[in-house]
Antibody, heavy 125, light 107 residues
Framework: QVTLRESGPALVKPTQTLTLTCTFS??????????VSWIRQSPGKALEWLAR???????YYSTSLKTRLSISKDTSKNQVVLTMTNMDPVDTATYFC?????????????????WGQGTLVTVSS | DIQMTQSPSSLSASVGDRVTITCRAS??????LAWYQQKPGTGPKVLIY???TLQAGVPSRFSGSGSGTDFTLTISSLQPEDVATYYC?????????FGQGTKLEIK
């Protein structure tokens, strides 16, 4: 059974750096094709994809946020860490992590098949 | 970047109705398209992947179609438990953009 759980501060001040951790079980991020993404959702708004890290350490970022984001993994701890610099009140959101697999029989793979419950981060002074 | 546009943004229908939500990509994405359902206070759940493949365990009243730039999610007979917000997402290449969502309510 695949599970993911997000953790991090509930409150950060403007200009601070946010560090979030996704701790997962039921799969290994060292296995070929495994990937973990971060997605956020501002209150009442749509889902916004932020970043993805792959089993081979390839990394992908949102075009609009790539200067502020960094994603990394610790395979031995089954964790993926997202950092976002220069936080602003508009970054207040629930942050989710989710798994995808990019190798499959059909070749049309990479959807987000397992999600965490999300963690709410409020940016306020 | 490729943009994903969903319509309508909200929808009210009666139990038993056939419901259709559309998603349009600004450029072709072949069939690298997934549909997710999100109920309040929970993380999204995948319903459809590869544009038309039903995720295991998802009721057969849900179906997806389309290829290239135009995609459709259909609920053949709306049930009360289908009240949720629905999102499409492209996953052919980064960035893996979501549509803006369709909020579905019961009339």
């Amino acid at each position: 059974q695949v599970t993911l759980r997000e953790s991090g501060p509930a409150l950060v001040k403007p200009t601070q750096t946010l560090t979030l951790t996704c701790t997962f079980s039921g799969f290994s991020l060292s296995a070929s094709g495994m990937c973990v993404s971060w997605i956020r959702q501002s209150p009442g708004k749509a889902l916004e994809w932020l970043a993805r890290i792959d089993w081979d350490d390839d990394k992908y970022y949102s075009t609009s946020l790539k200067t502020r984001l960094s994603i990394s993994k610790d395979t031995s701890k089954n964790q993926v860490v997202l950092t976002m610099t220069n936080m602003d009140p508009v970054d207040t959101a629930t942050y989710f992590c989710a798994r995808s697999i990019v190798y499959c029989d059909s070749g049309v793979c990479g959807w987000l098949d397992s999600w965490g419950q999300g963690t709410l981060v409020t940016v306020s002074s | 970047d490729i943009q994903m546009t969903q319509s309508p943004s909200s929808l009210s229908a009666s139990v038993g109705d056939r419901v259709t939500i559309t998603c349009r990509a600004s450029q072709g994405i072949t069939n690298f398209l997934a549909w997710y359902q999100q109920k309040p206070g929970t993380g999204p759940k995948v319903l459809i992947y590869a544009a038309s493949t039903l995720q295991a365990g998802v009721p057969s009243r849900f179906s997806g179609s389309g290829s290239g730039t135009d995609f459709t999610l259909t609920i053949s007979s709306l049930q009360p438990e289908d009240v949720a917000t629905y999102y499409c997402q492209k996953y052919d290449s980064a960035p893996y953009t979501f549509g803006q969502g369709t909020k579905l309510e019961i009339k």
